[in-house]
């Protein structure tokens, strides 16, 4: 299986900053990488797939890169409403879909 | 707009079989190129997915836990659902159902839109 190590896993931030979230892979992966959020009690929500694709309806500030084993998810210009858990994902279905273990922002 | 509900016991003695139902509204499981799709969470091993049945009733498993799983569905009610087997605490866990499309490639597979979950706990 791919394992997807996540950092930090804990992060303290205020609204308005920048912050970047890192996602690596065991092997490579090409771009076969989603991103989602997850706030307390609800399910995850899809933000970002292949790498750097926005899902519909998801706010500009969130963008995503990276290829092959390191990728990161940005988000700009925190809102009070980013608070959440971030988790990534391998998307590639010949293999098994594993998550990574979750970033968790809060507000500072 | 599709909306999932699982739907299945809290509680579940050791030894015994999970069951879990997944209702879709909004759209038919037989839509092609989805993938209906159950995905568990707990807070020792975070996001595990377990499987999915596709729109056309092929299935695949997490080869780690395939040879206690099983998910089927019945199309006349639109509705798919999970069985683990020979459950343990390690079972324990919030059960998610989540259709699945390859946005990216034809052989990705990215979850949208989820259930809201169903704890399960495992206890005698």
């Known amino acids: 299986d791919i394992q997807l190590t996540q950092s930090p896993s804990f992060l303290s931030a205020s609204v308005g900053d920048r912050v970047t979230i890192t996602c690596r892979a065991s092997q490579g992966i090409g771009s076969y990488l989603g991103w989602y959020q997850q706030k307390p009690g609800k399910a995850p929500k899809l933000l970002i797939y292949g790498a750097s694709i926005l899902q519909g309806g998801v706010p500009p500030r969130f963008s995503g890169s990276g290829l092959g084993t390191e990728f990161t998810l940005t988000i700009d210009s925190l809102q009070p409403e980013d608070f959440a858990t971030y988790y990534c994902?391998?998307?590639?279905?010949?293999?098994?879909?594993?998550f990574g273990q979750g970033t968790r922002l809060e507000i500072k | 707009q599709v909306k999932l509900q699982e739907s299945g016991p809290g509680l579940v003695k050791p030894s015994q079989t999970l069951s879990l139902t997944c209702t879709v509204s909004?759209?038919?499981?037989?839509?092609?190129?989805?993938?209906w799709s159950w995905i568990r969470q707990n807070p020792g091993k975070g996001l595990e997915w377990l499987g999915y049945?596709?729109?056309?009733?092929?299935?695949s498993y997490n080869p780690s836990l395939k040879s206690r799983l099983i998910i089927s569905a019945d199309t006349s009610k639109n509705e798919f659902s999970l069985k683990v087997s020979s459950v343990t605490a390690a079972d324990t866990a919030v059960y998610y159902c989540?259709?699945?499309?390859?946005?990216?490639?034809?052989?990705?597979?990215?979850?949208?839109?989820w259930g809201p979950g169903n704890l399960v706990t495992v206890s005698s």
């Open positions: 909004g759209g038919s499981i037989r839509s092609s190129g989805y993938y």
């Open positions: 049945i596709s729109y056309s009733g092929t299935t």
């Open positions: 989540a259709r699945a499309s390859s946005r990216y490639s034809s052989s990705s597979l990215e979850f949208d839109p």
């Open positions: 994902q391998q998307l590639n279905s010949y293999l098994p879909i594993t």
